[in-house]
């Protein structure tokens, strides 16, 4: 195919050409895109979401996410914060987090990462709950987030810093308070 161009293309345009092999849906509008990577000759089925399935929650309920592997990473990635905490709240902190993990509020919403890149989870939720927490004192000194960001994601200027000082919704916020004032207690 020749590319002929007719009137003026304006300054700083590029004109190219591509040969692709085989396209088999083409939609310039497409806000989602779905691979699907074949085994051996074998090609693997796209997930789909099972009818009656309205949110995450009833995802997870239905078996369509393992989330074994993202409740560990989100494990891992607040348990960079123990340093922070307060000495009497350190030895519980993990298990705390183990039970907020648990709470359908907070399920909702976490295992749908947005537009957040390089993550698996709803890193922005987590930063919330974090900040969330400074109000039952687990943290060791005055709140700092450049601090906490430091410490979660090894760079101060991590767009998670703004997360970091922004309270979650108010339904996380009263199921996070309600579990934290049981767990204080035991």
Request: glycine fraction near 6%; include cysteine; proline fraction near 5%.
């Amino acid at each position: 195919m020749d590319i002929k161009i007719e009137g003026d293309p304006g300054t700083g345009n590029t004109f190219q050409e591509f040969h692709i092999g085989t396209v088999q849906n083409y939609n310039p509008n497409a806000t989602t895109v779905i691979n699907n990577y074949g085994v051996r000759g074998e090609e693997a089925a796209p997930v789909k979401k099972k009818k009656g399935a309205d949110s995450i929650h009833d995802m997870l309920e239905q078996d369509m996410i393992n989330t074994t592997p993202i409740r560990k990473e989100i494990l891992n990635y607040v348990s960079c914060l123990r340093p922070h905490v307060a000495k009497d709240k350190r030895d519980r902190f993990m298990e705390l987090w183990d039970r907020i993990l648990d709470l359908p509020d907070v399920e909702e919403e976490l295992y749908d990462p947005g537009k957040q890149q390089n993550t698996n989870f709803n890193r922005n939720l987590v930063a919330n709950i974090i900040h969330y927490l400074d109000r039952f004192g687990f943290y060791d000194s005055l709140y700092n987030a450049a601090a906490l960001t430091y410490a979660l994601e090894a760079d101060k200027e991590h767009p998670v810093r703004r997360a970091l000082g922004q309270y979650p919704s108010a339904e996380v916020t009263d199921a996070v308070k309600e579990l934290v004032e049981e767990f204080m207690v035991s």
